[in-house]
């Protein structure tokens, strides 16, 4: 199985898990976007959102393409959310800063795969 095939496998499940959380427990992902950017609540109902429609257009043939860069680009717009939690006295993420750096740490390997995602030919899924 092609790495791009276990990319997508990857962040179709993660995006499910991760779309369905952000509605059952909104304060954790309202807890991680900063205080200065209004309407906090209403952002993290559409990223989960959009986590969702990324998971299942992934596996769209006709929209397998758009969905990886949709991809990417999530994964680089969280990435200062992530970079901003390693700074707060008790990080979001686990609470601890090193916690908090590996999930950055995490943050660029899953760019790297959506980039690579992203930028291959959309194979059908098998």
Do not use: C
Request: proline share 7%; aromatic share 12%.
């Amino acid at each position: 199985m092609p790495r791009q095939q276990f990319s997508r496998i990857g962040f179709t499940a993660a995006f499910i898990a991760s779309g369905i959380a952000h509605f059952l427990t909104p304060r954790f992902f309202i807890a991680l976007i900063p205080k200065a950017i209004p309407g906090r609540p209403f952002w993290v109902y559409i990223s989960g959102l959009v986590e969702l429609v990324l998971a299942v257009g992934l596996w769209q043939r006709r929209w397998q393409k758009l969905a990886a860069q949709g991809t990417l680009a999530l994964m680089l717009l969280f990435l200062p959310l992530h970079i901003a939690d390693i700074f707060r006295e008790k990080p979001v993420a686990g609470g601890r800063k090193d916690t908090a750096v590996l999930r950055l740490l995490a943050q660029f390997g899953l760019i790297a795969l959506a980039k690579e995602l992203a930028t291959h030919e959309a194979d059908p899924p098998n």
